[in-house]
């Protein structure tokens, strides 16, 4: 697919992408080769397009968590704080001192904004339901334009209208809906861009990534709007997928979208599991992104990729669908999953840590040190088995007692639940044919617990 200078892409994902790159870089991160070390947001930058995560306020006094915020993403998206029940709370009474906050974060590190958003059936504030059909378009219209004037020339995008349509593709059934009728989300539109000329105007769904009704319906209207001259400018495809379950029609729904004349967003990206992980999970979710990705490039009017924030510690998914999560590429400690190597490689990175030599074989063998009430040690001896060098190692197993570490040393943790996985050091992840390092930790628990039955050594 030829690229050219007026794509939707080149106009916002250039820019944006730029100023977040040489924010960072100080350097033309466009022409830059990719390294293991560029961030998503100054990979998706050479490729001409944004990467970006949406945060929310309580979130940003994490320190850790706003470190990576502010270094990974090339852009932000006010995961709540823009939308009416915070920003228009009653009537024409408007506040934007949470989402100013965010958008305040972003300027300074660099990174564009997409606002999410002016006209949506959910956290909306009670009064709105209240105001007689009569008068409801007036309201709408006011809102909108009052926001969308305050953050003139701060964000890139706006979702206009989100979430309309049902699954099969019939009007969900709003106050929008009821009260004003099919024509509410032309004029929001309209309202929308008499408020900012040069703001990029989004309808946002969810489920509209393949083809299929409610795709369809979304397609005819933006067919529609386009006809009688209503000003789109973007879909925003939301995107809360589930594992092994992209759209096999996603780039052919992307690229009939962007032939009417529209760009597209990834705007809300996350793929949940049921819980809790394991290394196949992961696998999978792995090469889930890199397919998103990959759809999304393949289309020169995809302008960029969100994610609905990018730790699991952080994410919406356990509250609203219990026993499935860890749908995003850090964990909950904020270490980078397979997910985040795998969207880092199909953004043309290498792909994550730097490639393990050598193609050995290990074992490893867990045994309790020490243990006390409330506590134990334990160590694990990893063995080269093979005849070959090994490069490096990762041990992986399940506490069946409830165990948790507290301090492990001589490695790298990273634990999901019950599920602990253990990388080497910097130090010691060459081994010789035969040769053995260990590591070990702190754990605790009621007593050392049982000896984990699945412990398992692989190549990282
Ligand atoms: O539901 C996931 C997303 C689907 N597409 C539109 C997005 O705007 C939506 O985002 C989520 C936020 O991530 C949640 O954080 O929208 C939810 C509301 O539908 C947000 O949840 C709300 C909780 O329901 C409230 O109890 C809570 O006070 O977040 C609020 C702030 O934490």
Redesign the pocket.
Known sequence: MERTPHSGRRTVGLTAGFAAAAAVLCAGALTAPAHADSTLGQLAAAKGLYFGS?T?N?HLSDTAYKQILSSEFGQLTV??TM?WQYTEPSQGRFDYEQADAIVALAEANGQTVRG??LV?H??LPDWVAAVPADRLPGVMRDHITDEVTHFRNRVVHWDVV??AFEEDGSRRQTVFQQKIGNGYIAEAFKAARAADPNVKLYY?D?NIEGVGPKSDAVYEMVKSFKQQGVPIDGVGM?A?LILGQVPATMQRNIQRFADLGVDVAVT?LDIRMDLPRTEAKDTQQAGDYSAVVKACLAVSRCVGITV??FSDRQS?VP??FPGQGAALPYDENYAKKPAYHAIAAALGGTGGPSPTPGTGTCSASYRVTSQWQGGFTAEVTVRNTSSGPLGGWAVTWTFPDGQRIANLWNGEATTTGSSVRVRNAGYNGALGAGASTSFGFLGSSAGAGRVPSDIACDRP
């Open positions: 949406a929310d309580p995961g709540n939308k999410h958003t949506w959910n956290q989100n979430e946002n969810y939301q809360h809300e609905w924030d919406w509250s609203v």
